[in-house]
């Protein structure tokens, strides 16, 4: 807990944030808010925060060409229809649709949803009618919307005809919900890796949230494994000329829907992928405090390099003649300018906004109404970047230690925690959990014929027997050194024939590339030491 306030107008004293989402509306108000409304920041890149963007629940993002299945991936999440929800081989979803929690089922159409105060979409009105005529929120009681929201795209097309018919920039839109979702998933379908122009642009505009971006390959299950190889190399060679980027974005391969399985070849490995990418989701609740704090710190950056841009166009304006002139040789030697302010403010590359785009925006702005370098100004965002988010860092951490079970819950999410289904049910060191018989019995015999060998005293080995044979695994001596704690039940520092039956049975496990339990389970306890 933490704040700031003058004292003797020198030094700054703690003045008290409950919350971090307090915290960091505060230091938006007082701190950054200021040098972007000075440096008109909000004409630039993006509009004004509110209080709702800092206490909305987190949202996620779909996006995909038309027919990838991201209505009925939504569907698959809450196990139930929404209101406005449409499904079909066609272009079917034709809007924007916020699918949030709400007590009653409902529809609020985006003009009534663009002035409600307690939703973070109120700066989405600079679109316009014909955007706000195609953007909905689907309210409903659901326990998956308990703690995120989804947000459904329109599916995107190719060819220049049809993005023009959308009546409103289809990137930007989709640029602004990116800065303000904590995750971004873009589906393809296995059948249409065909990236389109726009879908390309789409992509170009998440430039700056790679690190927010998933990719699902959806209906995965249509496929064989060996075409299913095929596809999976050709989507990643197509993403690879697209997202500039040296690390491999995650790909989740699977069928999100819930009917039965088209070509069950692969069904183990979706059912992997899709527990990865639900445990993903389920953190999100947990991390979006952390989110929203990474969000304004890069914005802070963004705002601080746009002064010193705004700044340097200012001071190179004559105060009387050639104001027209002078404005057109600034924007065409921007790079230049950008270079110059990069060496002087030592500031990384990145930081800067896209060359292009600046340009084109500021071909419509008043040069003369531009202010002057505030020192002060920016003076109070290195202040807050060097302090203040340092100490709101730890507030953050205080509330996830506060809330170390928050997840999403609820839906599919339900189905597969627990029981038969539940991922891994079965297989490694749970093999034979609902069984009578001690599962290690069934290979015991194999395993006396080379305990016997091994000269057992008293019926027991010493640990320098036992470790002759262990090595033989070839598995290194930190994993053995494990599987010789849990086969050792009573930790008298010797196996007896049980105990060595129980060391060879957790050997395969491995060998079988499962995971060692961190304790040893019940159903794995020799029947001789059981209840001791």
């Known amino acids: ?110 003009n009534a ?18 955007f706000l005529n195609r953007f909905i929120c689907a309210q409903m009681p659901n326990p998956v919307l308990d703690s995120i929201s989804i947000i459904d ?41 065909d990236i389109s122009d726009e879908f390309s642009e789409v992509i170009r505009a998440l430039k700056n949230h790679e690190d927010k971006i998933r990719v699902v390959l959806n209906k995965a299950d249509q496929i064989g494994t060996q075409q299913l190889m095929r596809v999976y190399g050709a989507l990643m060679w197509s993403l690879g000329k697209i997202v500039n980027t040296p690390e491999v ?114 071909a419509g702005q008043d040069f003369t109404k531009f202010q002057g370098l505030k020192p002060k100004l920016l003076e109070t965002v290195e202040d807050m970047l060097a302090n203040d988010i340092a100490k709101l860092m730890t507030l953050v951490r205080q509330e996830e230690a506060a809330m170390p079970s928050q997840a999403v819950q609820g839906g599919a999410f339900d189905g597969t925690m627990n029981g038969p289904f539940g991922h891994g049910y079965g297989e490694g060191a749970s093999e034979g959990i609902d069984e009578l018989e001690w599962i290690v019995a069934r290979d015991k015999p194999t395993y006396d014929e080379i305990f016997y060998t091994l000269s057992p005293v008293n019926g027991k080995v010493s640990g320098a027997m036992a470790k002759k044979e262990m090595v033989k695994s070839k598995l290194p001596n930190n994993v053995l050194g494990k599987i010789w704690k849990l086969a050792d039940v009573d930790q008298d520092g010797y196996l007896d024939d049980e105990e060595f039956a129980l060391a060879n049975h957790l050997i395969k496990v491995k060998l079988e590339g499962h995971e060692l339990p961190a304790d040893l389970p019940d159903h794995l306890v020799p029947p001789s030491k059981r209840g001791q």
């Open 153 to 193: 795209t329109p599916g995107i097309l190719s060819g220049e005809k049809q993005r023009i018919s959308r009546g409103y920039d289809f990137a930007a839109v989709l640029e602004w919900f990116a800065e303000r979702v904590d995750r971004i998933i873009l589906l393809f379908d296995a059948h249409k890796l």
């Open 249 to 362: 974005i995650r790909v989740y391969i699977g069928s999100f829907w819930a009917q039965p399985l088209l070509v069950p070849d692969n069904r183990k490995l979706f059912e992997a992928e899709e527990q990865d990418l639900f445990r993903d989701i389920q953190g999100l609740p947990r991390n979006a405090a952390l989110r929203k704090l990474n969000d304004l710190i890069k914005r802070a950056r963004l705002a601080k390099v746009h002064a010193y841009i705004i700044s340097a166009l200012k001071k190179e304006m004559p105060n009387v003649f050639g104001k027209e002139n002078k404005k057109k040789e600034l924007i065409a030697n921007l790079g230049d300018i950008y270079a110059r302010i990069e060496k002087e403010h030592q500031i990384s590359p990145g930081d800067f906004p896209k060359l292009s785009k600046m340009q084109e925006v500021l």
């Open 1 to 110: 807990m933490f704040s700031w306030a003058n004292k003797d107008g020198k030094k700054k004293d703690p003045e008290l944030f409950q919350t971090v989402s307090d915290g960091l509306k505060r230091l938006y108000r007082t701190k950054l808010f200021p040098l972007e409304d000075t440096y008109r920041f909000h004409d630039f890149h993006s509009p004004a925060l509110e209080d709702a963007d800092f206490d909305n629940k987190p949202m996620v993002l779909l996006v995909g060409q038309y027919s990838t299945g991201k209505t009925t991936f939504i569907r698959h999440l809450m196990e139930q229809d929404f209101p406005g929800m449409r499904i079909g081989p066609e272009p079917t979803t034709d809007s924007f649709i916020a699918v949030m929690h709400g007590d009653q089922e409902g529809l609020i159409p985006g």
């Open 113 to 130: 949803l663009v002035v409600d105060p307690k939703k973070p979409f109120r700066k989405l009105n600079a679109f316009g009618n014909a």
